[in-house]
């Protein structure tokens, strides 16, 4: 969807961070063999969000 409304910076940080999180064994839900709530997996992804925030 970002791509498409022409912020391709925004999707390439989003992608990334989703990518990180889903390498990390630690945070996959039980879909992914894993113990993580979706609530766990999306407060890493906002996390890693937060980082690329300008300050």
């Known amino acids: 969807m970002l791509e498409h409304l022409g912020k ?3 999707a390439q940080v ?3 961070a ?3 999180v889903t390498a990390n064994v ?3 839900t039980r879909d992914l063999g ?3 709530s979706t609530a766990q ?3 890493a992804v ?3 969000l937060g ?3 300008p300050a």
């Open 34 to 36: 894993g113990q993580a």
């Open 41 to 43: 997996v999306t407060q």
């Open 18 to 20: 989703i990518e990180q």
């Open 26 to 28: 630690a945070l996959h």
């Open 14 to 16: 989003l992608m990334h």
């Open 8 to 10: 391709q910076q925004a």
């Open 46 to 48: 906002c996390a890693l």
């Open 51 to 53: 980082a690329h925030l």
